[in-house]
């Protein structure tokens, strides 16, 4: 700026301009020109550099949503990890005790409490009464995800006659679920009662439709086949290991675990029904 300001006020006085003063202007000119191409080419590069950055920036946030979405690909549904310890259906012990245990449960001895901590649920607990057999208090469980399979899950509880009957009284309510059967809505301190009650009996119905091939896979050959005719549901029963399991061709599964001496006593209850059905 003040050499443009000295170059100004000599032409304007002198009405010319000094050929040294034009070459130096020149030079300046040059220069200015010269600056301005290195200001573009500096612009350019710190474009450039801005570019490589945010391409660096992108690829790095590309990876990092990719490895996220690979941990989220081995989790399994409902946000649980890999099971280090499997609680799966097939994998039943009968212990010195000569009580089965599956789910890390144990038959007549794990309280409700314990499955909910299994399950990670609480459950729903209801007591059925219907107008033939004795009062059911059972515990439902939804949608459980267990070492990866989806099923739902209704528990037995077992409870003495006077403990059913003082339930039933203390009911906050009453509804019919069917014709002969009614749902009983337990109080608030009864549900408490409930939950430090021990499971007897475990049904679990799985999400996915098992066809035989698979069953026999994972459980192996039952010792008997009882059909119930019409249905086309056939038990498979697995008296050494407390075991049922309904196959339904055009429904879902029903397994049934049992304690070993209740399994008599059931298959006796399922053909009667069968022979009635076929009378």
């Known amino acids: 700026m003040l050499f443009e300001n000295c170059y100004k006020r ?18 300046y000119t040059g220069a200015h020109n010269l600056a301005q191409i290195s200001s573009v080419s500096i612009i350019e590069k710190i474009i450039l550099v801005s570019d490589l950055y945010m391409e660096k ?31 799966l259906p097939w994998d ?11 789910f890390d449960l144990t038959l007549n001895r794990s309280r409700l409490v314990d499955a909910r901590e299994v399950f990670q649920e609480q459950g729903e607990i209801n007591m059925f009464l219907a107008e033939t057999g004795d009062p059911a208090l059972e515990a439902y469980f939804e949608r459980v995800f267990l070492s990866g399979l989806r099923a739902d899950i209704i528990l037995v509880l077992k409870a003495e006659t006077a403990q059913l009957q003082g339930l039933f009284n203390r009911g906050s309510r009453i509804s019919r679920t069917s014709g002969t059967i009614h749902k009983v809505e337990l109080s608030s301190e009864d549900q408490l009662l409930a939950a430090n009650l021990p499971i007897e009996l475990i049904n679990y119905v799985p999400a996915a439709n098992l066809d035989e091939s698979l069953i026999l896979s994972r459980f192996g050959e039952p ?3 009882i059909s119930e005719g019409e249905s086309g549901v056939t038990h498979w029963i697995y008296p050494h290991k407390g075991l049922s399991i309904g196959v339904n061709p055009e429904g879902k599964e029903l397994i049934q675990y049992m304690p070993l001496e209740r399994i008599p006593s059931f298959v006796e209850h399922i053909t009667h029904n069968t022979d009635e059905m076929g009378e």
């Open 10 to 27: 000599n032409t304007a006085s002198q009405g010319r301009i000094p050929a040294r003063l034009e070459a130096v202007g020149q030079i």
């Open 57 to 87: 920036k992108i690829i790095f946030w590309v990876v990092s949503l990719s490895l996220v979405a690979i941990a989220l690909a081995i989790l399994l549904p409902g946000g649980r990890t890999v099971d280090t310890n499997p609680r």
């Open 92 to 102: 039943i012990t009968i212990n010195a005790n000569n009580e089965v245990e599956v």
């Open 223 to 225: 010792s008997e086949r």
